[in-house]
């Protein structure tokens, strides 16, 4: 056990540079729209999410299978958060996020031992499989999201939900092509929270945060381990030396 702490201690080191400067300025970012409104348990339970929610995508970005822990807690803020604002959509996301990527990940050997040297690539048929299951989950979800609740956003909603629920199976499935998924559906929680925000159901903070995915998603194609063979290889050499070093390999 004393072994597991130590590796997700240092799962949160060595990330690209750019990764901890997005991580401190998202933070500043959220502490001065928590303070500039009125404090209420709401707003306290979305700045935690956020703040979690924000390290969660870093660490993907990252190639670090700490992203379970932090996915885990961000999603109970976010539950709250979603149905405070009856974005109940966005509740069923963070249940899918869960379920098909922060247990399976917290779970399996395979992200938890050296991830970064087990990345993937999309080929012909999973670009048309990930692609129909988007389009087929958005269509399904915005018929019964509208019909069945009272949800004021039901098909922006339910793109941002099927766009992030593949994208996360897409993710544990250990395919960088995850990025396309991820930054689209940084575009759709934008406007689905700023909406929200708008119509006076949420707090700015949420919409602040889908921009801070963005700009992480942004920086994905160009630093991160999934699209870097220069910081793919230098991730790997440091996961395989310190795995052996506290026994987990």
Not at 215 to 234: Q, V
């Amino acid at each position: 056990m004393t072994n597991y702490f130590k590796f997700l201690r240092h799962q949160l080191q060595g990330w690209p540079q750019q990764n901890y400067y997005l991580f401190f300025f998202s933070l500043g970012c959220q502490v001065m729209t928590l303070v500039s409104s009125k404090v209420t348990w709401v707003t306290v339970v979305t700045f935690i999410g956020t703040t979690l929610g924000v390290l969660c995508v870093l660490a993907i970005n990252a190639a670090k299978s700490v992203n379970g822990w932090l996915g885990l807690l961000s999603a109970l803020c976010f539950i709250i958060a979603g149905f405070s604002a009856k974005n109940y959509l966005s509740i069923l996301e963070q249940v899918a996020y869960v379920l098909t990527l922060d247990i399976p990940v917290l779970l399996s050997a395979n992200w938890n031992v050296n991830m970064a040297a087990k990345i993937r690539h999309f080929t012909a048929r999973s670009w048309a499989v990930a692609l129909g299951a988007t389009v087929l989950v958005y269509l399904v979800s915005g018929s019964l999201i509208g019909r069945f609740t009272d949800d004021p956003r039901p098909w922006i909603d339910a793109i941002s939900f099927s766009i992030s629920l593949t994208a996360g199976v897409i993710c544990f499935l250990r395919f960088n092509n995850q990025y396309f998924w991820w930054l689209a559906s940084g575009l759709a929680q934008l406007v689905l929270w700023f909406v929200s925000f708008k119509q006076g159901s949420a707090t700015l903070a949420m919409a602040i945060n889908s921009s801070i995915y963005l700009i992480n998603d942004l920086l994905a194609f160009t630093i991160s381990p999934w699209y870097n063979a220069k910081e793919r290889a230098r991730v790997t050499a440091a996961e395989a030396a310190y795995a052996k070093q506290i026994g987990l390999e």
